[in-house]
């Protein structure tokens, strides 16, 4: 029998990267086990075994994963766009020529999983019968990255059969010998194909996530119609038992799984959660817009997670109903046999092991646990996973939010006018970045809908799409900014946050049902204080106001910011949103 194009494929990267042995996985928990286990006894990373069993009692089905101590964090000045034309990566891209870029992965890759076993990992992101989802192939040589793809996507082998004789998304994977110097993420947008070598971190060697959900799906979405975005999507049940869903963009670090995750502050409101990274938007033929969250997984940041911040996550993790979670580059509470990092409830333990297996001494003032430590645990593990989740339709969107830290400038909420004014809102969105970040404390970065890493293509020409859907939706979503982190003279957050932001969300649900009011600002609609519900709570109005003041002068400082920011884009960068920016300046 003639070989499928699928098996032609493994068939010549095996050639390339000459494993020991090719393992078709299934994706069923029985083999999940078998890997871990091989991760256990056979294979080590840096010395280390690849997983190590954590207490079983209190974290079931848990293992502890150490990386290289090079490799614990997505590499974006290694990250590579490969279009035949420059231009279209755009300025927020590395470029390379795919031909230069094949011919240097090639080099790398020869025979670079000598000894190893390549992994041949069938997943779908998005729910198998649904129409927007995709069928895609990893080849990886870690169990990590095969067991990690399992909890976040759907693996089976029936992907096999649906691929068929047929396309599918391709990517090749290896930890190669770990060396920075030789580590690559290149994606090959127009062949569906990321090429990925030297790294096992989340974002540079779980391909079904950023590279192919984000950077190669953004380009794919502008081919054919629909969004690939950084969002968060939940359902928010409000007292008559409605639930309005919603999406939200938030750069790393703003608490966007804390966010999809929230207990309300306010009795009758609930959260259900859909997603925590990304959401793929599709306009559906009544004309609104449609979410599905492609992945199946959440991976998160540990430090800061507990049961004050996050209960519905502590839950997810202690669960133990899929097989297995994971926690990568925490420290462990070696009395406990427990993952520890800090912001965890309780007090510090007294024996630990840091995030690279050595002793731990408090008094040394380094951190125990990895700041970009990781959990990586099934959906189905959440305590609020909404009953929606597995529709392979998704879910209808009523707003989209665009938040960052700004302990300045931006006000709590503000509505957009319209969905051009939204974009705009979007498009010159920022944050300041926190000292966890390689950037200086306190820096605005702009990060444009949270997107700057993630967008496959020129950002322009992206502005620009954005607009396009806007044309094609009856029904479009509202468009709000949030930012829960204003501080007042003493550098304080005003806002308490966490499930209090549910009064927020209470303001924009109202909105969307036509039940509250609004007044114009320069910079589009703010609630009226009273407007938003503060029962129980006890901030001063001044302080209130505090949170919704219009500084004209930061805001002329803001304007200017984003002028340079569009003209890094030059001619792609859409009139229309310069035209917002203009009308913005005319106001100030
Ligand atoms: C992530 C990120 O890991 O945005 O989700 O970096
Ligand atoms: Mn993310």
Redesign the pocket.
């Known amino acids: 029998m003639s070989m499928t194009p699928l098996q032609r494929w493994v068939e010549e990267q095996a050639k390339l990267t000459k494993p020991d042995r090719i393992w078709w996985c299934d994706g069923s928990e029985e083999e999940a086990r078998r890997l871990v286990e091989a991760g256990i006894k056979d294979e080590k990373i840096a010395g280390n075994p690849v997983f190590h069993e954590l207490n079983q009692k209190t974290f079931p089905d848990s293992y502890l994963h150490r990386s290289h101590p090079t490799d614990v964090a997505?590499a974006e000045h290694l990250t590579f766009v490969c279009h035949p034309d420059k231009e279209l990566a755009g300025p927020n891209n590395n470029w390379m020529a795919p031909d230069e870029a094949k011919e240097k992965m090639r080099k790398l890759s020869d025979g670079c999983m000598k000894g190893r076993t390549m992994y041949v990992l069938p997943y779908m992101m998005g729910h198998p019968q649904s129409p927007y989802a995709k069928a895609c192939i990893q080849l990886t040589d870690v169990s990590y990255v095969a067991v990690s793809m399992r909890i976040m996507t759907r693996m089976s082998k029936s992907v096999i059969d649906k691929i068929g004789g047929g396309d599918f998304v391709k990517g090749l994977h290896s930890v190669g010998d770990f060396n920075p110097e030789k580590r690559f993420i290149m994606h090959f947008p127009d062949e569906h194909f990321v090429w990925s070598i030297g790294s096992g971190y989340?974002?540079n060697a779980l391909l079904g996530k950023?590279c192919f959900s984000l950077r190669i799906a953004s380009w794919l979405g502008r081919q054919e119609g629909w969004l690939a975005e950084?969002m968060v999507i939940v359902g928010m049940q409000d007292p008559e038992g409605r639930t309005t869903y919603i999406t939200a963009a938030l750069p790393?670090a703003c608490g966007k799984t804390n966010l999809a995750m929230l207990e309300s502050a306010l009795p009758g409101y609930k959260v259900w959660t859909l997603g925590d990274?990304i959401a793929w938007l599709n306009v559906g033929s009544d004309g609104r817009l449609w979410a599905i969250n492609p992945e199946a997984g959440f991976?998160g940041v540990a430090p800061g997670t507990s049961m004050k911040t996050n209960p519905n996550m502590m839950k997810t993790l202690k669960k133990g109903t899929f097989y297995p979670t994971l926690f990568t580059n925490t420290a462990l509470d070696t009395d406990k046999n427990e993952p520890w990092w800090e912001g965890l409830d309780g007090g510090m333990p007294k024996n630990m092991l840091d995030w690279q297996g050595r002793p731990y001494d408090s008094a040394s003032g380094q951190k125990a646990a990895h700041p970009n430590s990781r959990f990586t645990v099934s959906m189905s593990q959440c305590p609020v996973l909404s009953p929606e989740f597995d529709n392979p339709k998704g879910v209808p969107i009523s707003a989209i939010l665009f938040g960052g830290k700004r302990t300045r400038v931006a006000p709590l909420v503000v509505e957009g006018l319209n969905w051009q004014h939204g974009v705009f809102m979007g498009a010159r969105m920022g944050s300041e970045t926190t000292a966890a970040a390689i950037h200086k404390e306190g820096v605005l970065r702009r990060d444009p809908m949270a997107m700057l890493p993630f967008c496959g293509y020129n950002m322009g020409d992206y502005f620009r799409h954005w607009l396009d859907i806007g044309k094609k939706l009856e029904a479009p979503p509202r468009i709000y900014s949030i930012n829960w982190f204003r501080t007042d003279e003493t550098g304080k957050f005003i806002w308490p946050g966490f499930g209090d932001n549910i009064r927020v969300f209470k303001w924009i649900i109202d909105r969307i049902n036509n039940k509250a009011s609004a007044k114009e600002t320069l910079v589009g609609l703010v609630p009226n204080i009273d407007d938003i519900d503060l029962s129980g709570l006890n901030i001063p109005r001044d302080k209130m106001e505090k949170l919704f003041e219009i500084d004209k002068a930061e805001w002329r400082r803001e304007a200017d910011d984003t002028e340079k920011l569009f003209d890094r884009f030059g001619s792609r960068m859409p009139q229309e949103l310069r035209d917002e920016l203009k009308r913005m300046r005319a106001k100030l």
């Open positions: 997505r989340g974002g950023k950084h790393s990274d991976f």
